[in-house]
């Protein structure tokens, strides 16, 4: 199976299978999204779903989130992984949001990365999520299952493995490919045991044509 083959089976099983796939986060508007794509760094969405209501009636806009400062953003979130330094990065992006963008998550990815707490991953899914930027944000689930199902090879890096799904993934589609990689390693393709049996794109997939070849 060549490359090329392997990228249009996949992309054509999910564009007929999840023609729809969205983020699960809960939000009403850029500054949500972003401040729970910030608490989401390595903790689950249904995590953050559970943090983010009280902790948005509390700071509905950034102004109320810079006024509190990271020990009053703290309570809220302390059920969230590195609860401290989420606080201090909430805060500063709030800040800085008020300060430079008048309180409006600015739409330029590069300007977006200057705030506290955003790195390119962060700046990609607002990117794409809001604005439906040709981008490809990638998490551990699309790492991990990019390179399992053959998408990449021997990938170090998450910006090795954007710009390769970038340079081989339509770019109209690289929004919702972005969620169909993701869903797809938190449903299907788990980390520790892959339901291969219930994977639809197993006739593409690398490691399941390896298994089987070795049974």
């Not at 850029?30 to 779903?49: E, F, H, M």
């Not at 799904?165 to 972005?178: D, F, K, N, S, T």
Request: glycine share 6%; charged share 25%.
């Amino acid at each position: 199976m060549t490359l090329k083959q392997r990228y249009d089976g996949i992309i054509a099983w999910f564009s007929e299978h999840m023609p729809v796939a969205e983020s699960e986060l809960r939000y009403e508007n850029p500054y949500q999204l972003l401040v729970a794509v910030i608490l989401s760094a390595q903790c689950t969405d249904k995590r953050v779903n559970m943090t983010t209501p009280a902790l948005f009636e509390a700071f509905p806009t950034p102004y109320d989130m810079a006024a509190a400062g990271a020990e009053g953003i703290y309570p809220y979130i302390k059920s969230i992984s590195y609860p401290n330094n989420k606080a201090r990065n909430l805060a500063g992006m709030a800040r800085m949001l008020c300060d430079e963008f008048g309180g409006e998550v600015p739409s330029d990815l590069d300007r977006m990365q200057r705030l506290p707490g955003v790195g390119r991953k962060t700046a990609n899914v607002l990117g794409a999520v809001l604005w439906q930027r040709e981008v490809m944000p990638v998490d551990t689930h699309v790492f991990r299952v990019s390179e399992r199902i053959g998408l990449t090879t021997r990938s170090k890096t998450p910006l090795q493995t954007e710009r390769t799904l970038e340079r081989h993934i339509p770019g109209h589609l690289l929004p919702v490919a972005h969620h169909w990689l993701i869903l797809h390693g938190r449903y299907v393709c788990t980390a520790r045991a892959p339901k291969c049996d219930a994977c639809g794109i197993a006739t593409w997939c690398r490691m399941f044509a390896a298994e089987k070849k070795e049974r």
